[in-house]
């Protein structure tokens, strides 16, 4: 008997965890198949700078200031996760240097509640597409075009995209999202909650997510 999982992916674009859990997540969920286990994953908000400006700031000296790391301890980091990201979602390639930024993602997490509603393939594909302009491609995510681009390479059109961006439409969802997650104790990210009851922490590899999950199901 197949089982079909809802698990809600809570994270943000410019976190690498992130990156790292999706691809460790999307794994397991593919290796599940063969046991009749299958999932619906829905992309939730979650700032990890809220009060980011606009023009952004420097990674090296954010990850700094947020946490006390030296020049050389974030460089180290980088590579650490650039690395986990590789062997977890194959294909993707991070390229996060010194001179990378962390920018306000509020207007990106509107574009992605927008995907939602045309489909769950089709914001996957802006989930994806936006991980890829900000850690591959370091371009401004603060940036209508940018952003409506990120659409495009998704499939979704990029005329409602830029009507999305520049209405300030979907901006009470996305509050109200934030709002939620954090009221139920979501404080960091990636966060895969499943079924609205478990939760599973951070940019884990596949074989936790699998285990995990097959667990989950097994309880239903």
Not at 50 to 73: A, D, F, L, W
Request: charged content about 20%; overall charge negative.
């Amino acid at each position: 008997m197949t089982k079909t999982l809802h698990i809600d992916f809570v994270s943000d674009i410019v976190c690498p965890w992130c990156v790292v859990g999706l691809g460790g997540l999307e794994a397991a969920l593919d290796t599940l198949k063969a046991e009749g286990i299958t999932a619906q994953v829905h992309f939730q908000p979650f700032e990890l700078n809220p009060q980011m400006p606009p023009e952004g700031e420097n990674i090296v000296e954010h990850i700094g200031r947020k946490y006390g790391s030296t020049p050389e301890q974030s460089a180290a980091n980088r590579a650490m996760i650039t690395q986990r990201a590789a062997e977890a979602w194959p294909g993707f390639e991070m390229r996060m240097g010194p001179d990378g930024r962390i920018w306000n993602t509020f207007d990106a997490h509107r574009l992605l509640h927008w995907a939602g509603t045309v489909g769950a393939a089709e914001q996957r594909a802006l989930k994806a597409a936006l991980f890829t302009a900000h850690f591959t491609d370091g371009r401004t995510m603060t940036d209508a075009g940018v952003l409506a681009d990120a659409a495009v390479a998704a499939g979704l059109d990029r005329a409602k995209a830029v009507e999305v961006l520049a209405d300030d439409l979907y901006a009470a969802e996305v509050r109200a999202a934030e709002a939620l997650w954090v009221s139920r104790g979501i404080n960091g990210v990636p966060a895969v909650v499943v079924e609205g009851k478990w939760l599973i922490s951070g940019g884990q590899p596949a074989a936790v997510f699998e285990e995990a999950l097959r667990q989950m199901a097994g309880e239903l």
